[in-house]
T-cell receptor, first 114, second 108 residues
């Protein structure tokens, strides 16, 4: 039973390029969450999605960031026109429905903007 | 915003029990207490969670006070690999909100 799969593990982008981060949830999990961790800082919630729906995007920056979780395929976190301040570790987690179920986190994608 | 208070750091001798406290004085009746840890820059790892009763699994024990305003995570025999940031989280909704956590340093 594979865990939460994130790819790529490391991503280098030049300023102004687009970054696409992928997350495949655990089998049987219908909820996906994205978190960002800046260097030497804590985990910050970004967005919570269910299949084809964004449930809570209160942590998403207003511009350049978007997320989706299509009916088929992985969840995608997309960052357009990246800037150096976007350099961070981006973690995806998945869970079953309900507060009595914990999250399972992936290993993260380390984005470096040069 | 995090609803918990944890000490910023703690030290523990290898082989001894590590007791990590957490205050959550504003917890509501339907909110669970969750514990996660993050080793270096890896993805956070689930440890344990509970509502009212004490809980135990292969990793740790969770002791919740009767008034539910505080809890303690116990690692019974800490090893060097348990050195990590430990997060105590109160959860009512689907969203987990992480605070600063406690840096646990296990020393030989």
């Amino acid at each position: 039973n594979a865990g939460v799969m994130q790819n790529p593990r490391h991503l280098v982008r030049r300023r102004g390029q687009e970054a696409r981060l992928r997350c495949s949830p655990m089998k049987g999990h219908s909820h996906v969450y994205w978190y960002r961790q800046l260097p030497e800082e804590g985990l910050k919630f970004m967005v919570y999605l269910q299949k084809e729906n964004i449930i809570d995007e209160s942590g998403m920056p207003k511009e350049r960031f978007s997320a989706e979780f299509p009916k088929e395929g992985p969840s995608i976190l997309r960052i357009q026109q990246v800037v150096r301040g976007d350099s961070a570790a981006y973690f995806c987690a998945s869970s079953r429905s309900g507060v009595n179920y914990g999250y399972t986190f992936g290993s993260g994608t380390r984005l470096t903007v040069v | 915003d995090a609803k918990t208070t944890q000490p910023p750091s703690m030290d523990c001798a290898e082989g001894r029990a590590a007791n990590l406290p957490c205050n959550h004085s504003t917890i509501s009746g339907n909110e669970y207490v969750y514990w996660y840890r993050q080793i270096h820059s890896q993805g956070p790892q689930y440890i344990i969670h509970g509502l009212k009763n004490n809980e135990t699994n292969e990793m740790a024990s969770l002791i919740i006070t009767e008034d539910r305003k505080s809890s303690t995570l116990i690692l019974p025999h800490a090893t060097l690999r348990d050195t990590a940031v430990y997060y105590c989280i109160v959860r009512a909704e689907n969203k987990l909100v992480f605070g600063a956590g406690t840096i646990l340093r296990v020393k030989s």
